[in-house]
């Protein structure tokens, strides 16, 4: 992953003094706090319905043991000791002080880590698939890219102040989108040419929230080279023509739709045409720059451990379905991929101790070179894991709580910490989240219904990313009351789609009930081969609406 040089540290280090300024100045009341939003949002620092949330950026979702370190100390100093992760591969505290926050920062830049923009009406962290370079699906390792991507949105002073927040994510997989690009601000899928020339397809004006959509192609192929030259077009047709009188329709998924996508394309093409030659353009050398920070681990040559895996396996039951369920196949021969479930029932999907932060920490040492990758999912994946390690590190994070077999499952779901800390959430997303993984507590029964998405969000900003929900909950508020909608059929793979609603909303201790007749409806109606999806598809709403409805 990439290591900060002085110039790096140095900008970290005045932004941290800055900031430390501005909440000087504000806590001493000289700073409005209409004044202090813009500059505290650019520093990841909301306030919520309790307390101020720090939300810090996790670059593409990687992370050093190191960094996992301070991060359980910072949790366990300033905040109650826990952490979040977010379904864009960030990390949330929901407890700091604002009077700390400086002292987190600098803490944190201590790492080589930040809060930077990771809020605030500007360009956001770039994510990837969790998956990045240990499957051989993909064209090429995305996250060189993303670096770049980084390095040139951060701080940029002509995006600091866009009309709304702005998402960028980039995937290399020919078969499976596990970065959701097409929900986008802007999503680039990497591809060659009939040349056989590496480039990006570019999706723009993706996004969930009040008015999802599903973000259409303006170019097919884009060369490699002029990656950052077409972003900046697209970013300043963006700032030009975007609306700024109203931050429901600010977004640049609105004026996409305004424009038409052949529109908005041609606008960025004549922007595009003064910015192709500047210096802004990649070459070779600055792309091998920043490539050469993402090199292959020290793989060792391992002997096939089929027969040893198979005995383990048929031995033992739980360890047979966790290699099922979490463990993919790895590009190395001798290798897996393994992700630990932070869905435990009971624990909020995605919270993790500061004593679990230190413990996933010390796996990532002992079994993966020292580093994990956060999930959109809100899982932690170990990418390089030795296959004679596997049993292992199985009945070491078993007590740990990241052992649950149920990845891609009805109870791996998706879930923002709605009412139970956000100020804009309609409703709790939590207590739904746990009534329904209590429901369905039977493996065996969630593995005969298969891959199953489950999203759900509090509030029609959609952290949950609900909208793309195989089956998504909306919390909605009823005249000061908790109520929740479902959406069915949505999809953020490359067969992107934005669910349908299903009609009016339920009561929260209905859900449980709720998803089980919609399961029931599946169970019912499903062939040999399909998944939810795939039924869905096939049948239409109308079945799932007449029984839950009846």
């Not at 210096?279 to 070779?284: E, S, W």
Request: net charge negative.
């Amino acid at each position: 992953m990439y290591v900060y040089d002085e110039h790096d540290r140095q900008i970290l280090a005045e932004r941290v003094a800055q900031f430390r300024h501005q909440t000087d100045r504000a806590l001493a009341g000289e700073l409005s706090e209409e004044e202090f939003l813009p500059l505290r949002l650019q520093n990841g620092l909301y306030v919520q319905r309790f307390a101020p949330m720090l939300r810090i950026c996790v670059p593409y979702g990687m992370l050093r043991a190191e960094q996992l370190r301070r991060l359980a100390r910072i949790s366990r100093d300033y905040d109650k000791g826990y952490a979040h992760f977010t379904t864009r591969q960030n990390v949330q505290l929901n407890w700091p002080n604002l009077e700390d926050v400086p002292d987190i920062l600098a803490e944190l830049a201590e790492v080589e880590m930040h809060a930077t923009q990771t809020s605030g009406n500007c360009i956001r962290n770039t994510t990837t698939d969790q998956f990045a370079a240990v499957q051989d699906d993909e064209l090429v390792d995305p996250r060189p890219y993303c670096e770049i991507i980084r390095q040139w949105s951060t701080f940029h002073p002509e995006f600091a102040f866009l009309p709304r927040k702005f998402k960028i994510a980039v995937n290399a997989s020919e078969h499976t989108d596990r970065a959701a690009i097409q929900v986008h601000d802007i999503g680039l899928q990497i591809v060659k040419n009939d040349a056989g020339e590496l480039g990006f397809r570019v999706h723009v004006g993706g996004g969930l929230g009040r008015t999802p959509m599903v973000g259409p192609v303006i170019r097919q192929f884009l060369p490699e080279h002029d990656l950052l030259t077409y972003l900046e077009a697209v970013v300043r047709v963006y700032n030009r023509y975007g609306r700024r009188d109203n931050k429901y329709k600010a977004r640049i998924k609105i004026l996409v739709k305004a424009l038409t996508p052949a529109g908005f394309a041609e606008k960025v093409e004549a922007e595009w045409a003064h910015l192709k030659d500047s210096p802004t353009k990649l070459n070779d050398g600055a792309i091998e720059r920043v490539k050469a920070f993402f090199t292959e681990p020290a793989y060792q040559t391992v002997a096939d451990q089929s027969e040893a895996l198979a005995k383990l396996r048929f031995e033992n039951k739980a360890f047979d379905q966790w290699i099922s369920h979490n463990v993919d196949t790895h590009k190395k021969a001798g290798y897996a991929i393994v992700t630990l479930t932070v869905k435990e029932t009971g624990t909020p999907p995605g919270d993790v101790s500061d004593r679990q932060l230190e413990s996933i920490a010390e796996l990532a040492e002992t079994y993966s070179f020292g580093e994990v990758r956060i999930t959109h999912q809100q899982n932690v994946v170990l990418a390089d894991v030795r296959q004679d390690q596997l049993f292992d590190l199985w009945q070491a994070i078993t007590p740990l709580g990241f052992a649950t077999p149920n990845l891609n499952t009805l109870t791996d779901i998706i879930c923002c910490p709605g009412g139970d800390f956000c100020a804009l959430a309609n409703a709790k997303s939590i207590p739904v989240a746990e009534a329904i993984q209590r429901r369905f507590d039977d493996m065996d029964f969630l593995y005969d219904l298969g891959n199953i998405d489950l999203n759900i969000s509090g509030c029609m900003n959609a952290c949950g990313h609900h909208h793309v929900g195989n089956i998504g909950v909306l919390g909605v508020d009823k005249k000061g009351e908790e109520f929740y909608q479902i959406s069915l059929g949505g999809s953020s793979h490359h067969d992107a789609t934005i669910g349908k609603i299903l009609g009016p909303s339920f009561a929260r201790n209905d859900m449980p009930d709720v998803i089980a007749k919609i399961i029931d409806v599946y169970v019912a109606n499903r062939t040999e081969e399909e998944e939810f999806l795939d039924t869905y598809r096939r049948i239409g709403i109308d079945p799932f609406k007449e029984r839950v409805y009846a």
